[in-house]
């Protein structure tokens, strides 16, 4: 058995490995090591194990040849370890430094002829990690998002209602005020509040009890969007509009302005984005 010296990551970039990259992604620290391993090892080796966003790049990769790797991650409580079954081992374990935590990895392979490989592919992973840590993410840690009833406002419509301009208007309103569009993230313990790119959850209904209804289904804080729109026809010509959100999303917006900074971008009827209409009630489309 071989065996490369323990290759150690700097402490800035372990830090965005250890929280803001994994919160970004929806997933965990190993799954976001393991992927950069895999983008790493291209198809000169196979990383094998993992699931969700490293079994995403492994296909997309395209990596069933090579060398199998075996990947554990240890996180800060490193255990003895040695060789598997594989042709390649990495160990990961995070080992705190004067300058803080730091990744430290031990390659580990069976045959002398590939140690130049595993040198090059372990200087291409951190340089692959580098690369993701030194992205402007937009992820930023923050206080748990507390439990609390949903928020809501119920708006009563009369006349003329366009329920295309009301999808356009959410979706240029969610875009406007960016906490709109924020969900909450745990890694490790630590509550990250990550900006994603959506579109406004945005429905029409049938339900002449659409305000208790919103109120009744729950927000997963880990998927955006925490605010909804629902629109129901309530009269001939009459419609009630509900938002609801997640208290945690507001961050000192009050609803209530959010629903008549709606109506105002209604008026300038914008075009919704994304998002397929066929799904809304043709009764609806034409008023």
């Known amino acids: 058995m071989s065996t490369v010296d323990t290759s150690v990551l700097d402490a800035v970039t372990t830090a965005a490995l250890l929280g803001e990259i994994p919160a970004v992604f929806g997933t965990g620290v190993a799954d976001v090591l393991r992927s950069a391993l895999v983008v ?45 079954a594989h042709a390649v081992e990495v160990v990961v374990e995070v ?7 730091r990744l430290h990895a031990f390659w580990s392979w069976r045959e002398p002829a590939l140690a130049a490989d595993v040198d090059a592919l372990a200087a291409s992973w951190f340089r692959v990690l ?12 923050v206080r748990p998002a507390a439990a609390g009833a949903p928020v809501q406002v119920v708006l009563e419509l009369s006349g003329q209602v366009d329920p295309v301009a009301l999808c356009g208007a959410a979706d240029v309103l969610v875009r ?26 945005f429905r029409m209904a049938d339900s002449a009890e659409l305000a208790t209804v919103e109120r009744a289904v729950p927000f997963d804080l880990a998927r955006p969007p925490l605010i ?11 419609h009630q509009l509900v938002i609801t959100a997640h208290p945690a999303l507001l961050d000192g917006l009050r609803l209530d302005d959010l629903a008549r900074e709606l109506l105002v971008l209604a008026a300038t009827r914008p075009t919704p984005r994304h998002r397929d209409l066929r799904g809304l009630p043709l009764v609806d489309l034409l008023g």
């Open 40 to 84: 790493a090892a291209g198809r000169a080796f196979t990383v094998d194990g993992g699931a969700g966003l490293s079994d995403t790049v492994k296909t997309l990769a395209g990596q069933h040849f090579g060398p199998s790797i075996g990947f554990t991650y240890l996180g800060r409580h490193g255990v003895e370890h040695g060789l598997d």
């Open 95 to 101: 080992q705190e430094g004067p300058d803080g935590p």
């Open 130 to 141: 580098v690369a993701l840590a030194e992205r402007p993410w937009d992820a930023s840690p």
């Open 176 to 201: 406007k005020h960016s906490t709109l569009s924020r969900s909450f993230r745990e890694v490790d313990g630590a509550t990250y509040a990550v900006r994603c790119p959506a579109v406004a959850a």
């Open 228 to 238: 909804r729109f629902a629109l129901a026809r309530s009269g001939s010509a009459r």
